[in-house]
């Protein structure tokens, strides 16, 4: 892995971002609805907290990350630029990280965006900065897991839009694998599998996330479900030159 | 400089190429012909490392493509057949985006930058959407791409196709430039660009090499005979039986009637005779009048169809055979 081979595939896509209108239209839609959505709560019960929009976050993101990720590969493959981008001296690694990374650049872009709601929050009292703190970081983390799925699942597919109905799909099963109701089913067949799939579940580590607390145990989680997605986006590149 | 030995690449039960070995040189422009489907392509993205080929070994500057990819990549620059760049960005981003991807130092990347945007007359366009380029523009812009870091070769995937006259004779004169240093191999139907531009030929059909030779040494597998067409005004079947047995002339056929009394005949001859000579005093000794004559060599087409098309009615053949049993 080199970094400078890393860099030249981030800056490349991330400028590609800004390229296309839809990268503003969702920035808005990011930004206008949380903000929207804490002033309701705060009208409604004068609380100036963020954990309504933290818990609600998981929702967001299904949605909107995917739509970040759905044309990095297969855009690249619908169009054969892929032909000139992996005869370039980049190893398939390094654009697989290079990419990720700029989707993750335009998260974290995103999320500041959603700033104004604890800057705003100055202006009514003063809230409580640590869980603010921590769920922002948690929510980038969590981020990072539907980023790398979302990017593993446009390397499968030439066309945008399966890419992005199969990542929203697979994230949705992600968080839903945590519902109680889930568990119960699951637990009546094999009390283990509840367990397993607690953990597994997106949603029982962001619930953490959203009380603003961030545990190493969810740290972990997220780095090996980011790891493992990416190496799989590897491996899908990688086994498409040997495929006949 | 590239040694390909016995490479076979299937797609699934398609043997896109077959058991394909040949060489080439330090300094050669390398033509390589085929109709649509034969395997230049396939051949060409396994030389350039984004497909693996299912058996053979393949060495590009002394470096293994699978082992040793990242250093083959280094040293080629590759114009792949339907150009496809980032059509969201700018001309001039583009370029860059590559020259730091192809590690050209930061200081040296302008330079290089200006120097394929010379060649290949990119000038006008550095400023416009990629998207919004013309074909011949496009075209010119993946060759900019491909050889912005002065790579030793180049693999040029249909370099001149959906160029228009001019374009394809200043792309031409680039391509035959860059040989006198660069090791070159590029693709094409077009069988005049092979004697325009190439010191050697590799003609593929249906996977299999057919033909590695010079452009010259093509032309004469064509046979050793010439023919001429020729318009004669006088009695039909006299004329064809005493231009059959003219002095070097191995057989005359009568094509037609043509217009104001003139019938077209077809004459084969020797090679080298100078069949225009005799024929004219033959005519004038006969007191009839001639209206037309020219003589076609055998072209590079001629031996393109000879080669494709015999192997494919038997590739066909065997296959329909394999099906029945």
């Given at each position: ?34 903000n ?39 855009e ?11 005869t ?19 998260l ?7 700033l ?40 499968l597919?030439?066309?945008q ?28 067949l ?18 953490t ?36 | 400089?590239?040694?390909?030995q ?12 077959d ?27 396994i ?15 002394d ?24 059509t ?12 730091r991807?192809?590690e ?12 394929v ?7 006008p ?5 990629v ?5 011949g ?43 006198r240093?660069?090791t070159?191999?590029?693709s ?24 590695d ?5 093509l ?49 084969e ?12 005093e033959?005519?004038?000794s ?6 037309e ?19 494919a ?13």
């Amino acid at each position: 892995m080199r970094l400078r081979a890393i860099g030249t595939v981030l800056r490349r896509e991330f400028g590609a971002y800004f390229d296309s209108p839809i990268a503003y239209v969702f920035l808005v839609a990011f930004v206008v609805i949380p903000n929207g959505l804490f002033l309701f709560v705060y009208g409604a019960q004068r609380q100036l907290s963020m954990r309504e929009y933290f818990s609600l976050l998981p929702f967001v993101f299904l949605f909107f990350v995917p739509a970040i990720t759905m044309r990095l590969w297969s855009e690249e493959r619908r169009a054969g630029s892929i032909e000139i981008l992996l005869t370039l001296p980049v190893r398939a690694g390094e654009a697989v990280l290079g990419k990720f990374l700029a989707a993750y650049a335009f998260l974290v872009v995103a999320l500041a965006a959603t700033l104004t709601i604890p800057i705003s929050m100055t202006m009514f009292g003063s809230p409580d900065w640590g869980p603010i703190v921590g769920a922002y970081l948690g929510a980038i983390l969590m981020g990072g897991v539907f980023l790398a799925l979302g990017a593993y699942i446009s390397s499968l597919s030439t066309n945008q839009i399966v890419a992005f109905i199969i990542s929203v799909s697979l994230s949705f099963l992600l968080v839903l694998i945590g519902y109680h109701f889930v568990r119960a089913a699951a637990g009546r067949l094999w009390t283990f599998l509840a367990d397993v799939l607690a953990y597994l579940s997106v949603k029982t580590h962001s619930d953490t996330i959203a009380r603003g607390v961030v545990d190493t145990s969810d740290v972990i989680y997220y780095v090996s479900l980011i790891f493992l997605f990416l190496m799989l986006n590897v491996y899908a590149i990688q086994s498409r030159r040997y495929a006949g | 400089m590239i040694s390909v030995q016995n490479v076979t690449k299937r797609y699934g039960s398609v043997v896109a190429v077959d058991d394909v070995s040949f060489d080439v040189s330090s300094g050669e422009v390398l033509g390589f012909l085929g109709p649509n489907g034969a395997g230049k392509t396939t051949t060409m993205k396994i030389l350039t490392c984004f497909i693996v080929a299912n058996a053979g070994t393949v060495t590009v500057a002394d470096y293994d493509v699978i082992e040793h990819s990242l250093e083959v990549r280094r040293r080629v620059g590759y114009l792949p057949e339907s150009v496809p760049l980032y059509t969201d960005m700018r001309v001039i981003d583009y370029l860059r985006f590559i020259a730091r991807a192809r590690e050209i130092p930061a200081k040296e990347r302008t330079g290089a930058i200006s120097r394929v945007v010379g060649e290949c007359g990119l000038g006008p366009m550095l400023g416009a959407g990629v998207g919004e380029l013309s074909k011949g523009y496009r075209q010119r812009l993946g060759l900019a791409q491909a050889m912005i870091h002065d790579p030793d070769i180049l693999i040029l995937d249909e370099a001149t196709s959906g160029l228009d006259p001019s374009q394809i004779v200043e792309i031409r004169a680039l391509i035959r430039e860059l040989g006198r240093e660069k090791t070159v191999i590029f693709s094409t139907h077009i069988l005049q660009e092979v004697s325009a531009v190439c010191s050697r030929v590799l003609i593929i059909n249906e996977g299999r090499l057919v033909a590695d030779d010079t452009p010259d040494g093509l032309r004469d597998r064509a046979g050793r005979e010439q023919t001429s067409i020729v318009q004669i005004n006088g009695p039909a079947s006299e004329v064809e039986r005493a231009l059959g047995a003219a002095p070097g002339v191995r057989a005359c056929t009568l094509v037609g009637a043509k217009q104001g009394g003139y019938h077209e005949y077809r004459v084969e001859s020797d090679q080298g005779v100078a069949i225009g000579e005799r024929l004219f005093e033959l005519v004038r000794s006969q007191g009839w009048t001639l209206n037309e004559l020219r003589t076609e060599r055998a072209s590079l087409e001629d031996v393109f169809l000879a080669l494709t098309r015999g192997e494919a009615t038997t590739e066909s053949d065997d296959s329909e055979a394999g099906d029945e049993a």
